[in-house]
Structure formats: structure tokens, C-alpha cells
């Protein structure tokens, strides 16, 4: 069965820098599109960033945008998300998850916490 | 930016109701939205995708329906496990989510 397990969560001061990561299992990893999406405390779901297949196509969030940076390793079945100049309110639970038109399988998250 | 909102925010239920949520795009998404439920610690589940195609392994009282601007997630006979936050997300060409519904135990 598929599986997706983040890492690389963590306290971080405002204006830090971290790498999350996500390793894939139990799929062919480079046949699917991938997400990340994250969950401020109490709050809803938030969509941040998306890539492609061989990585042609990347968005992301408004929110995000000129921050973070997401990629794939596709021999090592792992997406990445380089998160630079973090802020306060990026404070989240972060979860990768696999797109099929709807994201049919999501990691456990990981915490991440932004403060002084 | 394709906005999302579902309505109602909170839901009272009793075990065995039929419950109805619905969700609205700003603008037409076609069929291109997808329902969720997350429980409390968990990650989402994937329940309807392409507003009313049923994920493997979802039970049959989940249906889904609409396309355009408006949608709704249908439960019928509620089940005690079914009280969860339920959130859609359209997918035509970005990604957005609504900000939930909450299924509560009347």
C-alpha cells in the first residue's frame, strides 16, 4: 500500500530556514503529481505547493510565493519543501500528499513552529 | 484566485440523520472539486473526487453531487464514526480549500 512519511519538522526563529521532506513507498513515485498542504492550529486546511511529473509544472500559494521551494527526487522517491524567510503565521502542521485528482494519500504531517 | 466557502460552518446531528453540506466556488470549477473528512490529529481522507466519483473504500452512504459553482456532500444514515470536519477543495487548474464543515453530535 502506498505510504508518505514526513520529516524534518521543528522549532525555527522568525527569518529562519528549514527542509522538509517526504518519503514515498508502496507506488511508482515518479507516476504522481505531489502536494504539499499545511494546518495552522484550529484552523482549516491550507493548500501551499504543487509539482508535477519530471517537475515540468510548479505552483504555489500566494502565501508561500518567493519563500518556499518545492522539488522531487524521483530516484530517491522523496518531494521536498525548502521553506527560507519563515514567519510566525507560517506556524503549521505540514502534509505531503499524493495527487490523483483529489490527493488520495497524505503523510502524518510534521510540526513545524516558528517563534523566538 | 478561485474562492471557496461551504455552509453550514457547524452541524448537530443525531446517529442515523441524513446530513448535507454544501460547497460554492466563485467561479465554475466544471466537476473539479474533491470532499475530505479529518478527524481530530489525523490526516484527510478522501472521500469524493470529481464532485461525485466515490474513493475505493468509502462507504456508499457518502455521495456527492453537483458541478459548477455549487456542490453538495450528502451522508446518509449518519454513523458514529462519520462525526469529523468535512472540507471540499476544487482543483481546476489551482488548488483551493473551503474552510470546513464540523459534524457534531447534536
Known amino acids: 500500500e502506498a505510504q508518505l512519511v514526513e520529516s524534518g519538522g521543528g522549532l525555527v526563529q522568525p527569518g529562519g530556514s528549514l527542509r522538509l521532506s517526504c518519503a514515498a513507498s508502496?507506488?511508482?513515485?515518479?507516476?504522481?503529481?505531489m502536494h504539499w498542504v499545511r494546518q495552522a492550529p484550529g484552523k482549516g486546511l491550507e493548500w501551499i505547493s504543487y509539482?508535477?511529473?519530471?517537475?515540468?509544472?510548479?505552483f504555489y500559494a500566494d502565501s508561500v510565493k518567493g519563500r518556499f521551494t518545492i522539488s522531487r527526487d524521483d530516484a530517491k522517491r522523496s518531494l521536498f519543501l525548502q521553506m527560507d524567510s519563515l514567519r510566525v503565521e507560517d506556524t503549521a502542521v505540514y502534509y505531503c500528499?499524493?495527487?490523483?485528482?483529489?490527493?488520495?494519500?497524505w503523510g502524518q504531517g510534521t510540526q513545524v513552529t516558528v517563534s523566538s | 484566485d478561485i474562492q471557496m466557502t461551504q455552509s453550514p460552518s457547524t452541524l448537530s446531528a443525531s446517529v442515523g440523520d441524513r446530513v448535507t453540506i454544501t460547497c460554492r466556488a466563485s467561479?465554475?470549477?466544471?466537476?473539479?472539486l474533491a470532499w475530505y473528512q479529518q478527524k481530530p490529529g489525523k490526516a484527510p481522507k478522501l472521500l469524493i473526487y470529481?464532485?461525485?466519483s466515490l474513493e475505493s473504500g468509502v462507504p456508499s452512504r457518502f455521495s456527492g453531487s453537483g458541478s459548477g459553482t455549487e456542490f453538495t456532500l450528502t451522508i446518509n444514515s449518519l454513523q458514529p464514526d462519520d462525526f469529523a470536519t468535512y472540507y471540499c477543495?476544487?482543483?481546476?487548474?489551482?488548488?483551493?480549500f473551503g474552510p470546513g464543515t464540523k459534524v457534531d453530535i447534536k
Open positions: 500528499a499524493r495527487d490523483t485528482g483529489g490527493k488520495d494519500y
Open positions: 508502496g507506488f511508482t513515485f515518479s507516476n504522481f503529481e
Open positions: 509539482i508535477s511529473t519530471r517537475s515540468s509544472v510548479i
Open positions: 467561479q465554475s470549477i466544471s466537476v473539479w
Open positions: 470529481k464532485a461525485s
Open positions: 477543495e476544487q482543483y481546476n487548474g489551482n488548488f483551493t
